[in-house]
């Protein structure tokens, strides 16, 4: 009697802390979502859209919401939120991530999913906007459970991706594995392989081996760009805050860079600081180890904000959204904001940042390369001829490079901020496309 008490006492916290935090997760969702929409509304302004055309590029094409149940390795059975969001079809199908994190929701995938139009409009590639997610835990699941997790998500957005329609890739929590476990269960469930609905695969079932590091290696070029154009004296000192697969890449590159410094790291643990420079090979060795990066044997050890508001030229957010938010944005020492992560600059934050004369490089410019990379390996698969690993990277520079310096006029000319210029671009782009096209029926 006693023990069936506390076991049901010990199911209703359970079920209280994951009710709490599927409450949390959709605020936080639908914070980002109101973000992500005043951005539009500033460029729609900008560009004087008519009510019509705003209310259209507003809206998500699709937003589908499945449950993904499965049997974890227990025997319990456990039904997880899924999402898929196509918000635009207009340049071509839709692209994006599929995220496995906790705090996912509906209204955050719709959040990506914009975003991800504007930047495949900026970045001038054919591909509308999408995104996906689980609400999960990775490192709290065993490689059987997210392979059925993978596998039960795909099933059920199945009906609606694929090439010409929805194009997944990895995000935070997926990489390669998931997209060839997707891969594989579209592919059975069509009955033949019909092109893939994914990029970001492994080299071996089409995939680039620049793909992995394309993200991160786009950071670093951005990060470039925009050190010359504000003319910052060398060594520019880095901060990167979030070493995981973007973060660490951007800092691999611009570690092999005379000209710039890496002085500050962190990932969940904590970080690490040298203003004279930290030894990347230390950094990179512990990360791909699993970290913690805090155990690092290179710098000082420091809890996560001494990163975000490190002495430094540049910081690299690589890792959530809103990080970087109006409790911490006064505190920003950097000049320069270079986004690798998604969103996370919020909007409050970056009024402050604006303010205090630090240069926000949006994440749809500034993580644009593994997009572009995703791009490339589609091309390659349509063409059946592989390109190599150095074709692909150069390809993916220099379409960055043609990508910025729109923005960075747009911004000088009209006086507003790099993202101001970089939405105005991609919205714009995306409205032509759709004034073609005209609207159906
Ligand atoms: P990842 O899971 O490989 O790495 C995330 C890292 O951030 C981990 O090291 C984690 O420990 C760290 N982290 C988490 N919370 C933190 C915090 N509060 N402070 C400091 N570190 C923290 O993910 P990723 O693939 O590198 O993606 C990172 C970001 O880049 C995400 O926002 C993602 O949407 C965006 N992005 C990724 C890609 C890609 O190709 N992987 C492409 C475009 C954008």
């Known amino acids: 009697m006693c023990l069936t008490f506390r076991t049901l006492a ?8 994951v009710e709490r935090s599927a409450t949390e997760a959709d605020a936080f969702g639908t914070r980002r979502l109101r973000d992500a929409e005043a951005q539009f509304d500033r460029a729609a302004d900008q560009l004087e859209l008519g009510t019509g055309l705003r209310e259209y590029l507003r809206q998500p094409r699709r937003s589908l919401e499945v449950a ?3 049997q974890l390795e227990s025997g319990e059975v456990r039904t997880f939120a899924g999402f898929r969001v196509q918000h635009s079809l207009t340049r071509g199908p839709a692209k994006g991530g599929l995220r496995y994190q906790p705090m996912a929701s509906l209204d955050e995938t719709k959040a990506l999913a914009m975003g991800m ?3 495949c409009a900026l970045v001038n590639i054919p591909y509308g906007g999408g995104k996906g997610a689980v609400r999960c835990t990775p490192g709290s699941l065993t490689e059987a459970e997210l392979e059925r997790i993978t596998r039960r998500y795909a099933s059920e957005i199945a009906p609606l991706i694929g090439p010409g329609r929805d194009i997944l890739a990895p995000d935070i929590g997926t990489g390669a594995r998931e997209m060839a476990w997707v891969l594989d269960t579209y592919a059975a469930m069509m009955g033949g392989s019909f092109g893939s609905p994914v990029t970001g695969r492994p080299v071996v079932v089409g995939g680039s081996r620049a793909r992995r590091t394309a993200t991160g ?3 670093a070029e951005v990060a470039r760009i925009a050190a010359r154009h504000l003319q910052l004296s060398p060594p520019v000192r880095v901060a990167v805050a979030g070493f995981g697969e973007v973060g660490r890449s951007a800092a691999e590159d611009l570690a092999s860079d005379s000209s710039f410094l890496i002085v500050g790291a962190s990932d969940i643990s904590g970080g690490r600081l040298d203003p004279h420079g930290l030894d990347i090979d230390v950094l990179s060795a512990c990360s791909k180890s699993g970290g913690p990066l805090i155990e690092a044997e290179t710098g000082e050890a420091v809890p996560l904000d001494a990163v975000l508001e490190a002495s430094c030229d540049v910081l690299v957010p690589a890792a959530v959204a809103g990080v970087v938010n109006d409790l911490n944005a006064d505190s920003i020492r950097a000049d ?15 009024e402050i940042l604006l303010a205090n004369g630090v ?7 500034a993580n644009a390369g593994g997009v ?9 698969e349509a063409n059946g001829l592989p390109l190599s690993e150095q074709e692909m990277v150069e390809r993916v520079g220099r379409r960055l490079d043609t990508a910025c310096s729109p923005v960075i006029g747009l911004a000088t000319e009209r006086g507003i901020s790099w993202r101001d210029a970089a939405t105005c671009i991609g919205v714009e782009r995306v409205a032509e496309a759709h004034l073609a096209r005209g609207l159906y029926p």
């Open 117 to 119: 139009t504007w930047k």
């Open 336 to 350: 320069v904001i270079v986004e690798g992560a998604n969103a996370p600059t919020t909007h409050a934050a970056e």
């Open 359 to 365: 240069v926000v490089v949006p994440d749809t410019l």
């Open 10 to 17: 010990v199911e209703a916290l359970r079920e209280k802390t």
């Open 68 to 70: 993904v149940p499965v």
């Open 372 to 380: 572009i990379a995703s791009y490339y390996e589609s091309v390659q």
């Open 217 to 219: 290696r786009g950071v």
